[in-house]
């Protein structure tokens, strides 16, 4: 099984837009939305939700107000200002101590030093993540909660998840659309991958962040390949940034022009090849070529074997 990651070292690059395209085109492949911060691959492709699970993603404090003896211990150890002391009382003292879950970082040390053991550890619903279908195929996706954290490990769960469709379904390629930047999600969504594919645009930033990503992506061992979009708008640092793609190792694939047909598909909910013959929608039916002979030639994805991140 093949495990295509599309990625671009900062938001705004067309990355979505570019996979759900490929998506269109591949026919088969299931689809993993990995930017679970925010999420937005369903606005074009528009999942009906056919499964939905929690996540868990850690442990928050919770003080048994029946067990408190009020000692203070657990206000005077919490860095994170997250123990008042306005709890409810229990028959032994008028007020007990109470921790506000938004503050609670999850680091236990209360729990390990409360002398009466009113303090537990429960696990913490950090948000959802759901196997979908869409015109374009399965498609596993995520929606973290507001404020909550272990991205990377939610990113991972989405990434077995959409194997285990694959491999179910006997469809041989998971397209994943990967987290923006080059944190904790982007390792998430890229250790173990088949093939990388960065979508860079033509600016000083666009070179700036794609050195970054294609180092990353090069210490995790994944080859790569590059596709400029709106390529046309500076050809000059197009080449530039094609140059350093060379330096790295990365095949450079493609080039899309810009294209007002691109906004018109997004504005109808559809994508550019679906919507449009123009000269993107002719550029990215190019570049599927592309990968897909380059998707021959490498292995397996391994991600079934990681090691959980953030775990």
């Not at 671009?8 to 067309?14: A, D, E, L, P, Q």
């Not at 203070?72 to 409810?88: M, N, Q, S, T, V």
């Not at 015109?135 to 995520?142: I, K, T, W």
């Not at 909660?145 to 006997?170: F, M, P, W, Y």
Request: aromatic share 4%; charged share 20%; net charge neutral.
């Amino acid at each position: 099984m093949k495990e295509l990651v599309v990625i671009s070292g900062k938001g705004g690059t067309g990355k979505t837009s570019v996979v759900a395209a490929l998506a269109g085109l591949a026919k088969k492949c299931v689809l993993v939305d990995c930017d679970v911060d925010a999420a937005d691959l369903h606005l074009i492709l528009e999942p009906r939700i056919i499964r939905r699970e929690n996540f868990t993603g850690g442990g928050k404090a919770r003080i048994m107000p029946g067990h408190c003896t009020a000692c203070g211990k657990c206000e005077e150890l919490c860095r994170f200002d997250a123990i008042w002391f306005d709890g409810p009382g229990n028959g032994r003292t008028a007020r007990t101590f109470r921790i506000e879950t938004t503050a609670c970082e999850g680091c236990g040390v209360c729990v390990d030093y409360c002398d009466d053991d009113a303090i537990e550890f429960v696990p913490a619903v950090c948000g959802q993540w759901f196997v979908s279908q869409t015109r374009c195929g399965p498609m596993v996706h995520a929606k973290l909660g507001i404020a909550a954290e272990n991205s990377g490990k939610l990113v991972t769960q989405v990434r077995q998840a959409a194997q285990e469709v694959a491999q179910r379904q006997g469809i041989n390629l998971v397209l994943c659309d990967g987290s923006p930047g080059i944190g904790c999600p982007v390792i998430a969504s890229l250790t173990g991958a088949s093939l990388a594919l960065f979508v860079v645009e033509p600016t000083v930033s666009g070179m700036h962040d794609f050195q970054r990503i294609a180092q990353l992506t090069m210490r995790l061992g994944v080859p790569g390949l590059l596709v400029v979009n709106k390529a046309d708008l500076n050809s000059q640092t197009t080449k530039d940034i094609e140059a350093a793609a060379a330096s790295h190792g990365i095949v450079v694939v493609g080039r899309i022009p810009y294209d007002r047909d691109v906004t018109r598909a997004q504005v109808a909910g559809k994508t550019v090849v679906e919507a449009s013959n123009g000269p993107a929608a002719q550029a990215i039916r190019k570049l599927w070529i592309e990968i897909k002979k380059h998707l021959a030639s490498v292995g397996d994805s391994t991600v079934g074997g990681l090691v959980r991140i953030g775990s």
